[in-house]
C-alpha cells in the first residue's frame, strides 16, 4: 500500500511541527502539509508544502489534500493535526486496522477541556445512532482507503469536514473501525463553539438529504429525521446570531 500523510496546518508551532514531520516520515511514503495561509510561512524540509494564500479552512485544505493524494495513487490517507495532539507513532495501529477496514478513526482518552468533551460527545451521540461503536466521530487522526474518498460527496471548508466525511462513509456503506490513540493536551484551538453548532447543523441538513437511503426501522428513521429537522431550524438560528457577535 502506497501511503501519504495530510496535515492540515494554521498558526502552528514550526518547532513542534518539524518533529511531526520527522517522525511522520517514519511511517509513511510521502507527507502533505496543507498550510491554510500560515501567517508562520510554513517551511520545512522532508515533506511538500501546499500553500492556500489565504485562510480558506480545514475542510478545504483537507478536500484540497485528497485531491492530490488521488492524482498521485496513493492508496491509503493518513490524516494527522499539525499541533502536536496526535502522536504519529500510532500511526501503525491504523495500518494494522486498515487492512481489515475502510476508514480507521482515532479514539482519544483525553481532551483539550471538560468542556470540549461535552461538546465532543455532544456531537458523537447524533453520529452513533448511524454508527453506534465509534465513540469520538470529531478526531483528526484517521485513515482511509482513497477508494472510499473517491465515492466522498463532499463540501464542508470548515471543521464540519470531519463528520461529513463519517456520514458519507455511512453513505457508501463503508466497513469503520476506531483505535485508541495516545493524546497530548494542547491548549491552543482554533475550533470554536460556533464550529459545534455547524457540525450538529450539518449533520442534521446530511439526514434531511439522505433520510431515503436509510437501512433502518421506521421507527428509528421517523425519528432521526424528525430530530435533524427540529435541531436544524435551532441551530440556523444560533449559528445566526453566533455569526453576528
Known sequence: MKKIAIIPCYNVNIENLKKIVETTNKFVDYILIMDDG????INISGCTIIRNKERKGKGYSLKKGFQYAL??????IITLDGDGEHNPEDIT???????????????????????????????????????????????????????????????????????????????NNAKI????????????????????????????????????CMNFSLLKKSFLVSSAAVGLGIGKLIELYLSKK
Open 177 to 212: 473501525e476506531s483505535v485508541d490513540i495516545q493524546t497530548d493536551i494542547n491548549d491552543k484551538s482554533n475550533v470554536k463553539f460556533l464550529n459545534y453548532i455547524k457540525i450538529n447543523n450539518l449533520f442534521d441538513k446530511w439526514v434531511l438529504r439522505n433520510k431515503d
Open 38 to 41: 500560515d501567517e508562520s510561512k
Open 71 to 76: 492524482e498521485n495513487g496513493f492508496d491509503v
Open 93 to 171: 495501529k491504523f495500518y494494522e486496522q486498515i487492512k481489515k477496514s475502510d476508514f480507521v478513526v482515532g479514539q482519544r482518552k483525553i481532551y483539550r477541556s471538560k468542556i470540549r468533551k461535552i461538546l465532543n460527545q455532544w456531537s458523537s451521540i447524533w453520529l452513533n445512532l448511524l454508527i453506534p461503536k465509534i465513540k469520538d466521530t470529531n478526531c483528526g487522526f484517521r485513515a482511509i482507503r482513497s477508494g472510499l474518498i473517491r465515492k466522498m460527496n463532499l463540501t464542508s471548508n470548515e471543521f464540519e469536514i470531519e463528520i461529513e466525511m463519517m456520514l458519507e462513509a455511512v453513505r
